[in-house]
């Protein structure tokens, strides 16, 4: 089962977790996530994620260091990967980069 980050996920709590957990922009980690929900969606029989309840991240292994500048809030996502098919799914592979928007601002 695939569960999916929606706009009741309360996703602002993941990313409070990860800064309290000290993981910077562009860190690849293998981590533990307590307290993450999983609800299924009864009209669409869709899993998704839920961080209301989550509790402190554990970072188990470090894969990639991070640049250690902060977590962005808005980002764009160039080259990302979209399928469109009843509903919509981007993917952020090796061949998508994903900037900061006030980046994109300034070299614009």
Do not use: W
Request: net charge negative; aromatic share 2%.
């Amino acid at each position: 089962m695939e569960a999916r980050i929606t706009a009741q996920s309360q996703s602002f709590r993941l990313r409070e977790r990860l800064e309290e957990a000290k993981v910077s922009h562009g860190e690849e980690a293998r981590v533990d996530l307590p307290g993450v929900r999983v609800a299924v969606l009864a009209a669409t029989g869709e899993a998704q994620l839920m961080f209301c309840n989550m509790g402190s991240i554990r970072v188990r292994q470090l894969m990639q260091r991070g640049d250690e500048r902060p977590l962005a809030t808005d980002v764009e996502l160039v080259n990302a990967y979209l399928s469109v098919n009843g509903s919509s799914h981007v993917r952020v592979d090796a061949e998508t980069e994903v900037v900061p928007a006030r980046d994109l601002v300034q070299k614009g």
